[in-house]
C-alpha cells in the first residue's frame, strides 16, 4: 500500500449502505455502497444517493480510515455487488451498475482488487468452449452471494434478467410484475487458474430461486446459505453446501430460530460458528435481534444480545471478523439502513460498531486502548493499565467500541427492487 496515493488519517467514514468489506491482516478494506449526494436542480426538495467506488482502508489497531486511490482495470460505480477474499486478493461479482453512459444494467463480470498494489483487474473469462446453447458463464444479476473454495469462486443464485435455459436442476421465477427479470437458483464455479466458468451438477435438494441472501464458508468444505428474498417473500431457510461432494443438505430442522430476512450479514467466528446480524424483515423493517448459527453435529441456532446498547437494527449494513486468537473474534459492523429501504426518505448509519465475541487476551485489550488514545496521553496510559482497577475499566470499554461522529445521515432511495 506504500505505492498508492492516499488521504490523511479520518477518524470516521461517511455513511453509507450495499458496499463491500473484507478483513486482510489487521486491515478491512471498504468498497463503493451508496451515499448522499448534492441534490440536483429539479431536485431541491430531496437528496440524491449516488453510487461509490471508493477505496477506504480501516485500521483495527487504531481505529483510523485511510481512503486510497486504486490503479487499473477499476470495475463501475455499482450495487448489489458479492464478494470473497483470499490471501491479499478480493474478488467482486454482478451488481447492479452505472455503465459508462451513465445508465444502470446488471452486470456478471469478475473484478479481481490486489491489497497489496491496490490494484484491479478484470477477469476475462473464456468462453465459446461449451456446446451449442450450454451457458459459458451466469447471467446479468445482482444480490448474489458468492465465497472462495480451492482456487475458485462459487456464485450462487440473485436477482437479474431472465434465463431462457437454465442448467441441471436450476430454476428462473419471473418477478409477477416484471416479466423480463426475476430469481435464480443457478450455482456457478469460477475457476481462477483458466478462466473458465462452469455449472456443477449437485445433489441433494437446492435450496429454490432467490436474492439478497447469505452463503458463508464455516468448515473447510462446506458453506452455510441463510434466508434470502423469493418471489413468495423473505424466508429464514437453512441450508449446507457440501462443496466437495456437490450436494445440498436442506432446509434443516433447527428448532426455534431467527425470523425470515434479507440484506443481512452471516459471519464466521473463530470457533466455526456463524453470527447472523441485521437484515429486512417480511414487513420491510430492519431487524436487530442476533444469533448465532451452532455449526457442531447438530445445527442449531441460539438468540444472543452482544454489544446490545450500540448494535441497533439495520439493513445491507456489512460485518467483517478479525481472529483475535483461538478464543476471540473481533466484529466489525458498518453501515447499513436503521429504516425500511423502500420508503422514499430513509437513513443510514455512518458509525463502526466493534465488539469481542469470546474472551480477549488483556494483552490485546491493553494494546488497544493504547493505541486508540492520543500520543500526547500515551505514557500516561502505559501507567494506568497496569493498576488492576484501571484494567478493569479497560475491559469494559473494549468490550464493546462505538466509532461515530455523524451517527445518522438522511437518504433518498435509489430504488431497491423487490429482490431486495
Known sequence: MSETQSSPKMSVLSGRMSHLCAVIGSHMFMIGGYHKG??????????????????????????????????????????????????????AFGGLIIND???????????????????????????????????????????AAMVYYNGALWVFAGWGTRI?????????????SHEFVGWNNELWRFDLKTMKWNSPQCSGSAPSPRAAHTLTMYSDHRAILFGGRTREGRV???????????????????????????????????????????GMNGNGDSVKAQWVLETGPDVKWKRVELCKEKLCART???TAAYTVSENC???????????????????????????????????????????????????????IVTDINSRKKVLEAASCSFIDSVPIYDMDSIGPTSAS
Not at 431541491?44 to 487499473?72: E, M
Request: aromatic share 10%; charged share 25%.
Open 329 to 383: 473474534s473481533e466484529l466489525l459492523v458498518f453501515g447499513g439502513s436503521p429504516d425500511n429501504i423502500w420508503m422514499p426518505k430513509h437513513k443510514y448509519w455512518a458509525n463502526m460498531v466493534r465488539f469481542n465475541y469470546g474472551v480477549k487476551p488483556l494483552y490485546e485489550i491493553c494494546l488497544d486502548y493504547i493505541s486508540r488514545c492520543n500520543e500526547a496521553e500515551q505514557p500516561q496510559n502505559k501507567e
Open 101 to 143: 453512459s451513465g445508465q444502470r444494467e446488471f452486470s456478471n463480470t469478475v473484478h479481481e482488487l490486489d491489497t497489496e498494489t491496490m490494484t484491479w483487474r478484470f477477469l476475462q473469462p473464456v468462453v465459446g468452449t461449451n456446446s451449442p446453447g450450454v451457458p459459458d458463464r451466469p447471467s446479468i444479476r445482482d444480490k
Open 38 to 91: 448534492e441534490p440536483e436542480e429539479r431536485f431541491k426538495d430531496r437528496d440524491i444517493s449516488v453510487h461509490l467506488s471508493d477505496i477506504n482502508i480501516y485500521s483495527i489497531r487504531d481505529a483510523t480510515w485511510r481512503k486510497v486511490k486504486a490503479r487499473g482495470d477499476i470495475p463501475n460505480r455499482g450495487s448489489g455487488m458479492c464478494m470473497a477474499s483470499h490471501k491479499q486478493y478480493i474478488y
Open 164 to 176: 431462457d435455459r437454465t442448467q441441471h436442476n436450476s430454476r428462473f421465477v419471473p418477478d409477477m
Open 316 to 318: 445491507w449494513h456489512t
Open 236 to 278: 429464514s431457510e437453512l441450508y449446507i453446501l457440501n462443496l466437495n461432494t456437490l450436494n445440498w443438505e436442506g432446509p434443516l430442522e433447527t428448532g426455534p430460530g431467527p425470523e425470515p430476512r434479507s440484506l443481512h450479514t452471516c459471519t464466521r467466528l473463530h470457533d466455526g460458528n456463524v453470527l447472523l446480524l441485521g
